[in-house]
């Protein structure tokens, strides 16, 4: 077993599916099958014995020239028998479901056209059971995805292909992408202490990720936890930590959040060439005010801070390294900016001297700046590892956006419906996110199509009745097991 150690905390990752380490960025060609269950037996049969591949191989010098990844919903597992008391010991919003209610739904911004009654699937019937993640070097995909197909036939009916384009860095809108990644904590030698961080940093607990480890609270995430004598299958899971007696199903497993997004490009191109009348050198300044980054990655927030650059992709790690602790007002980079709603780049206190009174100033609120702070909440709770692959499929494009998290209220949720679609996010007036948002009327009708894009010397740059530049397609919520996990599911009865 390939292990990484610290004093007495070790981290199996042969247990690991790969994709939590890697985004198999070196392997361009990918699919994703979205199967549902016609036959448990011969479904088990496959999952207990599918060639999953482990973060082990992820690292090895060579990386492997093709990746198998399994992922389950929670309907999957009632489709599979695993026992009701089992299922129960998932969170509750991967047992309900991404597509669950209208209220999940509205915080979500699945409304009007996004609405999960117009998705393609993931809503009803169309709920896949069980996701199958290909990834494979160029020319390796075309036969393999047919023996797998062929493999899985018997047990399963296949309800959608999402097939992905080349990765070339660079997303439908034209931006380059996968450049902003918190760095897992895989030595486990970050405080797992729940105190207040000044800093803002790159380095995420595991437990923010892997189930069965401890999160940036110092706890360990809720997660099925059985008796190890309940049957052989169990036997051969790792046990929890926190409660060594119990098998520990969650461990070295993470959820996986499956969203199909559709980009609509000649629309945002349209509408920045009117925004801009014919201004080329406005336009371009708008949409990198939209997103936060110029199209090349570079973003629009100069003050720099080195430490930051772990984490990123080593030929953006230049990119990477910087916070907008100098821009309050967000002039530099407009407060409501794609990247900085979805990563505030904030701690938990605002910056201030050292000393017992300035903190309880700044913890308390007592000052313009702390105040201001306290409209985002800190970010370290909130960060997701983004997996996703863009697709083309005729003139539709668009993301097959895939993040993991341990906790998907707390993080894929929270970071969907209080910063992406919240219209009043950092006291902002009237706007969700200017790529993302649904453009629907708030529940006291408000607006939330406008932009605003802060100018140094005077009042806000306003755009007004933005359009949706962004639908949703379909979309699940998925366990991502550990390889002995998998197996469990496979087999326990
Ligand atoms: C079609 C939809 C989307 C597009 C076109 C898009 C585009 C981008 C771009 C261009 C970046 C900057 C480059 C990078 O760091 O990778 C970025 C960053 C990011 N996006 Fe999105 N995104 C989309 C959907 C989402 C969704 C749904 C979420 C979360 C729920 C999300 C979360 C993030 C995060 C966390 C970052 C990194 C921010 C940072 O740490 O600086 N994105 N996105």
Redesign the pocket.
């Known amino acids: 077993m390939t292990t990484l150690t610290s004093p007495n905390r070790s981290v199996e990752l042969d247990d690991v599916q790969g994709l939590v380490r890697v985004g198999y960025k070196c392997l361009k060609q990918a699919c994703f099958l979205l199967l549902r269950v016609k036959d448990a037996e011969a479904a088990r049969a496959w999952l207990a014995t599918a060639p999953v591949t482990s973060a082990a191989a992820a690292i090895c010098d060579q990386p492997p020239e093709k990746a198998l990844q399994v992922a389950l919903t929670s309907d999957g597992l009632r489709a599979l028998n695993v026992a009701p008391d089992v299922r129960e010991g998932f969170s509750l919003e991967f047992v309900a479901g991404m597509a669950s209610d209208e209220a999940r739904a509205r915080r979500l911004g699945d409304v009007g056209t996004n609405a999960p009654e117009y998705w393609e699937w993931g809503a009803g019937e169309r709920v896949p059971h069980v996701a199958v993640l290909l990834y494979a070097a160029p020319g390796r995909l075309a036969a393999w995805q047919e023996e797998i197909e062929a493999q899985c036939a018997a047990g399963f009916d296949r309800i959608a292909t999402l097939s992905t384009s080349d990765v070339q860095g660079v ?3 034209g ?8 760095k897992l904590d895989w030595k486990r030698e970050r405080a797992v202490r729940d105190e207040d961080q000044i800093a803002y940093g790159n380095l995420a607990c595991l437990g923010e990720f892997l189930l069965g480890y401890p999160n940036e609270y110092g706890r360990y995430t809720p997660r099925p936890l059985i008796e190890p004598a309940r049957d052989d299958a169990a036997k051969q899971l790792p046990r929890a930590e926190e409660e060594p007696d119990k098998a520990d199903l969650g461990r070295n497993g993470s959820y996986l ?1 499956l ?1 199909q ?3 609509h490009v000649e629309l945002l191109e349209r509408e920045l060439d009117r925004c801009a009348n014919g201004d080329a050198d406005l336009r371009g300044r708008l949409v990198a005010a939209m ?3 110029k199209k090349n ?1 570079e ?1 629009l927030e100069t003050s720099r801070d080195p430490s930051l650059a772990q984490g ?1 992709r080593a030929d ?1 790690q230049e ?2 390294a910087f916070t907008f602790r100098e821009d309050p007002r967000g002039v530099r980079c407009p407060l409501g900016a ?3 709603r ?2 505030p ?1 904030n701690a938990d206190l605002p910056p201030g001297p050292p000393g017992i009174l300035s903190w309880l100033c700044r913890t308390l609120g007592l000052n313009a700046d702390a105040l201001t702070q306290d409209l985002v909440a800190s970010t370290r709770f909130h ?2 590892v ?1 997996r ?1 692959r863009k697709y083309e499929v005729g003139a539709e494009s ?2 097959h ?1 895939i ?1 993991l998290a341990a906790n998907i209220t707390r993080q ?1 949720e929270f ?2 419906s209080a ?2 679609m919240g219209t009043k996010f950092d006291g902002l007036p009237d706007e969700g996110d200017a ?2 948002g649904s453009r629907q009327k708030t529940l006291d009708a408000q607006p939330t199509d406008g932009y605003s894009i802060p100018q140094a010397g005077g009042a806000d740059m306003r755009l007004s009745g933005l359009p949706q ?2 639908t949703v397609l379909g979309g699940a919520y998925f366990f991502l097991p550990g390889i002995r996990a998998l197996r469990y599911l496979a087999t326990a009865r």
């Open positions: 997303e439908p809108f931006f380059v992408d996968g450049i902003s990644q918190p959040v969203r997004l559709r980009q997103v936060g980054r990655g973003p990123a953006a990119l990477n794609h990247i900085r979805v990563n780049r960060r997701l983004r996703g668009g993301l956006f993040c894929f970071v969907q910063w992406i790529l993302l530049f962004v």
